[in-house]
């Protein structure tokens, strides 16, 4: 139980390519494992850049999608996002974090989680 409940409070660290030696994007996702229904609590890092419009966070599973999208004023939008998903029913999630640029795509950043059943007593 003890190891169940660590693995639960890791954080996942993803990072995107680089751009001039910096981090395009960081995401951080906690916890990693959870029990359904799922409270999930994400950070971004986007680097200022003057070409940022959108951040974008999915989360999706089989049976499951769920987005959030907010607009970037380029080099002037906040560094650091936080977003938070409730609710998510047992799955395997895939969840990806998009910077848009006005030419598209100028970062993306992937990871997984996994929220499980109640155990029964």
Do not use: C
Not at 55 to 71: A, G, H, P, T
Not at 87 to 106: D, E, M
Request: proline share 5%; glycine share 8%.
């Amino acid at each position: 139980m003890m190891k169940a409940v660590a693995v639960a409070w890791v954080s996942l660290l993803i990072v995107a390519g680089p751009l001039n030696g910096a981090e395009r994007l960081v995401m951080r996702v906690s916890p990693l494992v959870a029990m359904a229904p799922a409270w999930v609590t994400g950070q971004t890092t986007v680097e200022a850049d003057t070409e940022n419009r959108a951040l974008e966070i999915i989360v999706e599973s089989n049976d499951f999608y769920r987005s959030s999208m907010i607009q970037l004023d380029g080099q002037h939008a906040p560094r650091v996002n936080l977003f938070q998903f409730t609710n998510l029913p047992v799955g395997q999630y895939q969840i990806t974090g998009i910077v848009a640029g006005s030419a598209g795509r100028r970062a993306t950043a992937t990871g997984w989680l996994v929220v499980s059943g109640r155990s029964p007593r």
